[in-house]
């Protein structure tokens, strides 16, 4: 038997429930880990809320943890008792002492803090994943270089297109140099690395926060201007920063309380990159409004993107050389013993955290 963070039905922070449970030993496939620290992620308030479907009630709670392989199904994989992994899970399992894992999902890492990889790692993944991915650049024109005129020119008018050459130049476009980018809000666990990462690779990085002590952390991760929002108006600020060009994207995980703003921020054929709803879900968009603007809107997320495991270990990688180089520093604010994570719950909810919050399994030394 291991001690896990239960759930039986939807509810607040007080549904978690702290027991026993049975995990038996790996079936084909299978390894058996012990875990060391385990992240703690808005998306799991998504799950035991409701907003996000489960597999199945009961469940245990969890996304992501670093661990140690305790038990292997006999050539099942390449990894061998004591090595330290992680895992990033669909759903739901990682709080617990202990947990059944498929071994090919599993990651080995290299000698790394524990610590820094729970609160690194989904974080990182999103924020990779935002500027690299789901974030299109659709303002800059195409590098027209001599070898694209080559090939240009040997294509026939039934090979393609001049929409065709543009959207292939376009393919790989990311935030780049001198993207303007609004971050709502800019000192969460995902946020503060996307806001590195922006300014990173060149962006003019507008960060909101509530506090003047958030101002003063949202400064420090590469945010160009910081916004309070409880004392200044957002789009008024924007309009004022960009001399009322307005910004290229949007990146909203506030939901409710700022989604109109957000989009009120951008620029003709803007992009609005909704990631999180901690203010609840916001009012329905009608198409027209987006129509006036010309304006794009997603809602991406790395569970139901369907990456491969080689688009996800490549990732994985780029964050874990990104945290080791210093690139992204990462603030392991908030460590909470796994008994209390009731109490970790309540206050992310309540905005009483800043940076990464990690689970510990009560007795595992830091």
Not at 228 to 246: C, F, M, N, P, W
């Amino acid at each position: 038997m291991v001690i896990a963070i239960r759930v039986y039905e939807l509810g607040g922070p007080e549904v978690l429930k702290w027991e026993d449970v049975k995990i038996g030993d790996p079936k084909e496939g299978e390894i058996r880990v012990k875990n060391k620290a385990i992240g703690v992620n808005f998306i799991v308030i998504y799950f035991r809320t409701g907003v996000y479907k489960v597999p199945e009630i009961p469940y245990t709670l969890g996304t992501e943890a670093v661990g140690v392989v305790i038990a292997i199904r006999a050539g099942m994989c390449d990894l061998t008792i004591g090595d330290v992994v992680y895992h990033l899970g669909s759903a739901t399992g990682t709080y617990a002492e202990e947990q059944i894992v498929l071994a090919d999902k599993e990651m080995p890492l290299p000698p790394i803090d524990p610590l820094v990889v729970a609160s690194a790692m989904v974080k990182g993944l999103n924020a990779r994943f935002i500027v690299r991915t789901w974030f299109k650049n659709i303002h800059s024109q195409p590098k027209v270089t001599e070898e694209l005129e080559s090939q240009t020119q040997e294509l026939s008018e039934e090979d393609t297109t001049p929409n065709d050459v543009e959207a292939s130049s376009r393919s790989n476009s990311y935030v780049e140099q001198g993207h303007k980018v609004v971050v709502n809000t800019a000192v969460g666990g995902v946020w503060s690395l996307l806001c590195q990462w922006e300014n990173m690779l060149g962006a003019i990085v507008i960060g909101t926060v509530s506090t003047k002590e958030k101002a003063l952390q949202a400064k420090e991760d590469g945010c160009h201007h910081v916004i309070l929002y409880k004392e200044k108006d957002l789009v008024t600020r924007v309009v004022e920063i960009t001399s009322e060009e307005g910004v290229d994207v949007v990146f909203d995980s506030v939901g409710k309380d700022t989604f109109q703003g957000s989009l009120a921020c951008l620029k003709h054929r803007g992009y609005m990159v909704s990631y999180g709803q901690s203010s609840g879900t916001p009012d329905p968009v009608s198409l027209s409004s987006l129509a006036t603007e010309s304006l794009f809107l997603t809602r991406p997320s790395v569970r139901t993107s369907a990456f491969s495991k080689d688009e996800m270990h490549e990732a994985m990688k780029e964050v874990l050389a990104n945290v080791a180089s210093g690139t992204l520093r990462v603030r392991v604010n908030h460590i909470y013993p796994l008994s209390q994570a009731t109490q970790a719950h309540a206050d992310m909810a309540g905005r009483k955290t800043s940076g990464s919050i990690v689970l510990i399994p009560d007795g595992v030394e830091q």
